[in-house]
């Protein structure tokens, strides 16, 4: 099989593995925690919505880069967390609940915005190479859909009817889902290494920029809030760990071109050298004390 089209077949059925996990792990309590007590899930959630791509655009307009790695910024900008963020958030003892959906809550919406966003990235700042390349709206938020909406609702389905066998299996899925998400990293690179050989320091800097810009605006959002210093500390992460598995998809299986995942793949790496000490420097600034877990 062509590689380049067994790499637009693999990152599809990656995104769909990945938010089949989450749905394993959510139930409807989460979605109801929404609108019970909505005030840190909305804040983080319109915030990454609205925040995070505000900033890519403003940091591709006065820091000037390559085409593909501002289109891929900007697309990566757009995307919702990622099921890396719940597992860090579980490791720093933050709110899980909150990541989880937060998580979940953005998937849905940027089914929406997402499409939109990568457009606008490519309306303002292609050159003649990618001038006729665009996501046909509609078609795309079908396909997000099909990837994101329907294995996260076919998770739950799996784990009100199967509770005790997918406790069971959790942990090797998990891993597995860790293994997979390497593997799209991987194969970001391995498609786009010339590419990468000549630009990788200018992504690599703006992927630090925009690394340690997200998670200061979650952290800096949520106490402007008065959110409880846990539900500071998970938005925080939430903002810094994308979706890559999703950028990828958009850039090389639905845009069809394999270099606006350039910059997805490095932030991959980039995101978790910034967020692991981040989380401990808050953490230490706002004490350890459980007991502000609830909101």
């Not at 139930?27 to 929404?34: I, M, Q, S």
């Not at 970001?188 to 630009?199: D, E, K, P």
């Not at 981040?278 to 004490?287: E, K, L, Q």
Request: hydrophobic residues 60%; glycine residues 8%.
């Amino acid at each position: 099989m062509d590689p380049q089209i067994a790499l637009k077949i693999f990152m599809p059925a990656a995104l769909f593995f990945m938010m089949l996990v989450m749905g394993l792990e959510l139930t409807p309590e989460d979605f109801r925690r929404v609108f019970v007590n909505p005030r840190g899930v909305l804040t983080g959630v319109l915030g990454q919505i609205l925040l995070l791509p505000t900033f890519a655009f403003a940091l591709v307009i006065a820091l000037p880069m390559p085409t593909e790695l501002a289109i891929g910024l900007i697309i990566l900008s757009a995307c919702p967390g990622g099921a890396i963020s719940n597992i860090i958030t579980y490791l720093a003892r933050a709110d899980t609940a909150l990541s989880i959906s937060m998580t979940a809550l953005s998937s849905l919406l940027n089914v929406i915005t997402l499409p939109l966003l990568a457009n606008l990235a490519l309306h303002n700042f292609a050159d003649g190479e990618y001038g006729e390349v665009k996501l046909p709206i509609a078609m795309t938020m079908g396909q997000l859909a099909v990837l994101t909406i329907l294995p996260v609702v076919l998770g739950m389905w799996l784990k009100s009817k199967k509770g005790e066998g997918v406790s069971r299996v959790m942990p090797v899925v998990k891993q597995v889902a860790s293994v997979v998400f390497v593997l799209v990293v991987v194969a970001v690179f391995a498609s786009n290494w010339t590419l990468l050989a000549g630009s990788w320091r200018t992504a690599v800097m703006h992927a630090f920029i925009v690394g340690f810009a997200s998670t200061f605006m979650g952290y800096g959002l949520a106490r402007v809030m008065r959110l409880p210093h846990l539900q500071c500390l998970t938005i925080s992460v939430e903002f810094c760990i994308q979706n890559v598995a999703m950028a990828a998809l958009v850039a090389i299986s639905l845009l069809g071109r394999q270099e606006l995942g350039i910059f997805a793949g490095i932030y991959a790496i980039v995101c978790l050298v910034v967020i692991l000490p981040m989380v401990s420097i808050f953490r230490s600034a706002g004490g350890d004390g459980g007991a502000d877990k609830a909101a």
